[in-house]
């Protein structure tokens, strides 16, 4: 057993005894990416702190169904993830039953001189955000993970089940769509 799966089996023993501590400690190491494989699934920015709480919650309720602590990265996953895509069609939902206020909404005072680099990277922002939300989520998940969180291919595929090959398609094909929806809108 490496360092590592020790010290994670550690981690997890403490937690389930409920040690002071411990599962906070789990939630500062976790946490982070944990918020971005919400963020790959739902593409939805607004969801993420409603549906962090509800993974968190569940990952206390459920740590001693984990039969395997070093496998806690890729069990966090799943609760992550099947939690982000329950939260994303009941937001869908709850969506559909209500009229938009987005018309009603006062006009933007463009009087207000700003600094232009600002707008511009805020400009390039919304763009780049835009086009990896409208990803499909097929490719949008590996992607966030590889390029926001800096996974290597190896756990992509071990966390959704997929090939290290598979993982090299989609990130390819995610990469290739990027460029195409951002052709003409981005300098290279």
């Not at 411990?22 to 982070?32: C, G, K, M, T």
């Not at 963020?39 to 169904?65: F, G, K, M, N, P």
Request: charged fraction near 30%; glycine fraction near 4%; proline fraction near 5%.
């Amino acid at each position: 057993m490496t360092a590592d799966a020790e010290t994670m089996r550690e981690r997890i023993a403490r937690a389930r005894r409920g040690e002071p501590g411990a599962a906070a400690r789990l939630v500062r190491d976790h946490d982070a990416w944990v918020r971005s494989a919400i963020y790959a699934v739902t593409a939805r920015s607004e969801l993420v702190d409603d549906l962090v709480q509800q993974i968190w919650t569940r990952v206390w309720e459920r740590l001693d169904t984990l039969e395997n602590p070093e496998q806690f990265r890729a069990w966090l996953y799943s609760v992550a993830r099947n939690t982000a895509l329950d939260g994303s069609m009941a937001d869908k939902r709850r969506r559909s039953r209500f009229t938009p206020l987005d018309d009603h909404a006062a006009p933007l005072d463009r009087r207000q001189p700003g600094p232009l680099a600002a707008v511009a990277r805020g400009e390039l922002q919304a763009t780049l955000v835009g086009a990896v939300q409208s990803l499909p989520a097929l490719y949008r998940e590996p992607f966030v993970l590889r390029h926001l969180e800096d996974w290597n291919y190896a756990e992509i595929g071990q966390v959704l089940g997929l090939s290290v090959e598979t993982v090299e398609t989609r990130l390819v094909r995610a990469r290739r769509l990027l460029r195409e929806m951002l052709q003409g809108k981005v300098e290279p």
